[in-house]
């Protein structure tokens, strides 16, 4: 698996992860497949899972906890407060709960989930940065935030870095492309494409078959090899079976070449 550094920490992270909205909620049998997937795609290398406090009110952590028992060390994990949680208690509670959920002593990457029009931007990087100065997490992202935004919050931060931005971004929603990614690649913060695959409402008729047929890839493969080809974005497709976690493993097993990475890029533009 491709790996990237992620903002400027110098650790690197698989360029394809998991994510893990809507897990947790099944039970049975259903609950254990998910399991088995996630564990599958660890041992297939995408190692990076993104779960939050508020997926199935808390249900999708513990199922994370529970897929990441015998592999704590090698997994980078990262969940995400909500924002009516971001007063300064609120965030170190919401933290140490989700760290219950999981199971874990710490989070990798802890994430303000949306930007809140409510509670100062100062008082909840404080917070954030109590729990890095305290080990119950190690790196400070965000999401869903706006240039300005992502700078409000970096200059709130006096001793850390926002590490990362979680924003929307497949080949077919692209709006970041505006302002969000170049400031990102500038400012060497890791954007984490969430919905890569279009929330599973994949293009296949759109996409082009002699392509596909060239590079031996399915209509996903092609859509997570097109979104993680520039630096600094990663992704974190959701997939709640083995076929698509396998398949979303090899998505970059080889580069599309620049020509046909432009080709694509206009043709969804
Ligand atoms: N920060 C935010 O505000 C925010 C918002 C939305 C999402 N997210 C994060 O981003 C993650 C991914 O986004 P998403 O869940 O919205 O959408 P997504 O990853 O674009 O799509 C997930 C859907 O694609 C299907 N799928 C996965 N691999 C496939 C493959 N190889 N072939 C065909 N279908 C495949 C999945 O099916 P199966 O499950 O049946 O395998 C699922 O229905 C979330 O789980 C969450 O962690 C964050």
């Given amino acids: ?28 049998e259903q609950r254990r497949e ?50 009516e949680n971001f007063a300064y208690d609120d965030v170190i509670r919401s933290c140490e709960t989700s ?18 029009p409510r509670i100062r931007i100062q008082e909840t990087m404080r917070a954030m940065e109590e729990l890095v100065a305290t080990g119950k997490t190690r790196y400070i992202g965000v ?4 240039v300005e935004q992502t700078m409000q919050a970096q200059e709130s931060l006096p001793r850390s870095e926002v590490v990362s931005n979680q924003m929307r971004y497949s080949i077919t929603s692209r709006s970041i492309e505006a302002d969000v990614l170049p400031f990102c690649r500038k400012e060497k913060i890791t954007v984490i494409a969430y919905s890569p ?24 493969q092609l859509m997570l090899n097109w979104v993680t080809y520039q630096d600094p974005v990663v992704a974190i497709p959701k997939a709640g079976r083995i076929p ?16 046909d990475y432009e080709a694509l890029s206009k043709k969804f533009q």
Avoid: C
């Fill in 1 to 28: 698996m491709e790996l990237r550094e992620i903002g400027k920490t110098g650790e690197k992270i698989p360029v394809v992860g998991m994510g893990t909205w809507a897990m947790g909620n099944s039970t049975g």
């Fill in 34 to 83: 998910e399991i088995k997937a996630l564990q599958r795609g660890i041992e297939l290398g995408m190692n990076f899972i993104d779960t939050a406090e508020v997926y199935g009110h808390g249900k999708s952590e513990s199922l994370v906890g529970d897929a990441i028992k015998e592999y704590r060390d090698d997994v980078f994990l990262a969940t995400k407060v909500a924002p």
């Fill in 99 to 116: 760290i219950q959920r999981l199971g874990v002593k710490f989070v990798d990457l802890y994430q303000l989930h949306w930007p809140s």
């Fill in 143 to 146: 999401s869903n935030f706006s």
């Fill in 197 to 220: 695959l279009d929330t599973g409402k994949i293009p296949i008729s759109r996409i082009p078959k002699d392509m596909l047929a060239r590079y031996e890839m399915t209509p996903a």
């Fill in 244 to 259: 698509h976690i396998e398949e979303n493993a090899r998505s970059i097993d080889m580069r599309i070449s620049q020509a």
